[in-house]
């Protein structure tokens, strides 16, 4: 092999290691997913079983039943969209679009590199704010 066709070799298998492979993805969905359905269900220990130290730290069980409390005053679930997932320093970025009987909203779930969860954001959906 040439110096360069070497060189390109190289460049590409960095490039690949430097994205998560789709079966990342594929784990990093299923770890959300089971956090939302914990949510759903009132299961808020089991809620927080996957969430990593800082999140452990930072939102106990009973916090986490207060979060879920304001969201359904937005009524009950009708429909969880399909995940887009994304990359962001480091962690998957999981993005659900949630349907409630009064508006929709984005539940964001970040997945660190060791699978666990690392961030919990919900944000009214971009088109729903926009719609009223």
């Known amino acids: 092999m040439n110096r360069t066709a070497s060189l390109l070799l190289a460049l590409c ?3 690949a290691s430097a994205f998560p492979a789709a079966a990342d993805d594929k784990s990093a969905v299923a770890t959300a997913s089971a956090l939302l359905d914990r949510l759903d269900a009132g299961d ?9 130290a800082q999140m452990k730290a930072g939102l106990s069980a009973t916090q986490l039943a207060g979060v879920q409390a304001q969201l359904e005053a937005a009524g009950p679930v009708q429909s969880r969209g399909e995940p887009q997932v994304s990359q962001r320093d480091g962690n998957t970025l999981v993005v659900y679009r949630i349907q409630r009987a009064q508006g929709a909203i984005e539940a964001l779930v970040a997945i660190d590199a060791a699978g666990q969860v690392a961030g919990l954001y919900f944000s009214p959906a971009k088109d729903d704010q926009q719609a009223r």
């Open 44 to 52: 808020y220990a089991a809620a927080t079983a996957d969430f990593n």
């Open 13 to 15: 298998l960095g490039a």
